[in-house]
């Protein structure tokens, strides 16, 4: 490993005091030390000063064997424990591995994605063709259709009609073995899933129209804010934005700079 041990059977080897007090001074606390039968007193590991768990390698060596949401919580401990728990491929490893998946390709949105992997992260990616229908696919994926409707943010079996592509749940977590799981933001589910496609892999087409569409909705998402934070019009708000190169804390600059000096020539 490089760092605490020499070799993973020394990492493995249960620690004691006697060893490490020349090295390392523990301050006396009712939370880092207990005594057990015998007198011998225990180091426990919730003592943030014990060395071993400030120790990047045996830090790694132990959190890549937790699971993707105890890793997320152990991100949470302190700094050194979330930047050795936010590593992406022990993310990604955490991810797959329960479910035997061979690759995930792709970068989320938003970090939260890696905090749960549980199956209703998982959906399969069916291309509309004429003739489908939510009960059609309901059969034929084995799935329940209010489970289809949940997933796409549908109200009606008539939503079917106006996208490229319905996602369906994973009811059977065999299909995912030795599959490739592509992270992705569906702007009709409004969630962000790994989607696994069981002939080929994402349209090319389909996912520039995706991006398109989910970049459109974030510009409109921070006009709007923009609007409201100057209390003006979207047409000013957009204005503003569009000088700034799509900045909102420069359009907004921009835009007191403008108010400031109408106010100081009489304009206001």
Avoid at 28 to 51: A, K, L
Avoid at 85 to 112: C, H, L, N, Y
Avoid at 114 to 130: M, Y
Wanted: glycine share 4%.
């Amino acid at each position: 490993m490089g760092c605490c041990c020499d070799d993973d059977e020394q990492l493995l080897q249960p620690l004691n005091p006697s060893d490490i007090q020349n090295s390392v001074q523990i301050p006396p606390s009712s939370s880092s030390t207990s005594v057990v039968n015998g007198g011998d007193t225990v180091i426990s590991p919730m003592n943030s000063n014990f060395s071993a768990l400030i120790c990047h390698d045996t830090l790694r060596a132990i959190l890549e064997k937790l699971a993707l949401p105890d890793l997320a919580r152990a991100a949470c401990v302190c700094k050194i424990w979330n930047i050795v728990a936010s590593d992406r491929e022990m993310q990604t490893k955490a991810f797959k591995d329960p479910w035997k998946i061979k690759d995930v390709i792709g970068d989320p949105t938003s970090g939260s994605f890696w905090r749960d992997n549980s199956l209703s992260k998982f959906a399969i990616s069916h291309r509309i063709v004429r003739g489908d229908n939510v009960a059609s696919l309901a059969v034929k994926y084995s799935v329940h259709v209010m489970d289809i409707k949940r997933l796409n943010n549908m109200l009606s079996d008539h939503g079917i009609y106006s996208r490229d592509r319905l996602l369906i749940p994973i009811n059977n977590s065999d299909c995912l073995i030795n599959g490739t799981c592509y992270i992705e933001l569906d702007i009709y589910a409004k969630r962000e899933v790994a989607v696994l496609y069981l002939e080929g892999g994402p349209d090319p087409k389909l996912t520039t129209m995706l991006q398109r569409l989910t970049s459109e909705r974030s510009k409109k998402k921070v006009i709007d804010s923009l609007r409201r934070s100057m209390q003006v019009d979207g047409e000013t708000a957009q204005y503003y934005f569009a000088v700034s190169d799509g900045d909102p804390r420069s359009a907004f600059s921009e835009f007191s700079e403008d108010l400031r000096w109408e106010r100081e020539v009489g304009f206001t």
